[in-house]
C-alpha cells in the first residue's frame, strides 16, 4: 500500500506508490506535453534544436526536458543537442551526472591525491626503518 502525498506540482493529495513523484492528473499533462515535444523534434528540421529553442517552440519547462533526457525518453543518439546540466559545472551533458571535462578533472586530481599518498607512505616507511651502523661484539 502507498502513502499519501502531496503533489508538488498542484499540491493536490495522491497516492505515491515509488514510481511516480507526482499525481495522475499532473502525469496526464506531462504526457502531453513530451507528446507535443517529441512530435516537434520528429520533423527533420527539428531534430538537432537545442534546449533553448525546445522550450521556445512548444513552451515546455526547461527542467521537464532534462528529465526526459535524463530518463532515455529523449534519446541524444537522436537528437544531438539534447542534455542535461552537469552536476558540477553546469554544461550540459547525456550521460552521468557530470561531464566529460569534469569527470577528466576528478580522475587528474584523484591520481594526484593517490600519488601523494603513496609517496607519504614510502616516506614513513623509510624514516622507521632502523639501520645497525657497526656491530659490536659480545662480551
Known sequence: MGELRNCPKCNGFFNYN?????????????EEQYQIVYRFLRKRENRAA?????VEAT???????????RKGR?????????GYPCD?????TSVG???????KSLKGDLNKFEA???FREAVQKSEKATYLSERRPKK
Request: proline residues 2%; glycine residues 4%.
Open 18 to 30: 515509488g514510481i511516480r513523484e507526482i499525481c495522475s492528473k499532473c502525469a496526464a499533462q506531462e
Open 50 to 54: 537545442t534546449v533553448e529553442r525546445i
Open 59 to 69: 513552451e515546455v519547462e526547461q527542467e521537464l526536458l532534462y528529465k526526459w533526457v
Open 74 to 82: 529523449l534519446q541524444t543518439a537522436l537528437f544531438p543537442n539534447l
Open 88 to 92: 558540477n559545472c553546469g554544461h550540459l
Open 97 to 103: 551526472k557530470i561531464c566529460d571535462h569534469c569527470q
Open 116 to 118: 601523494a599518498q603513496e
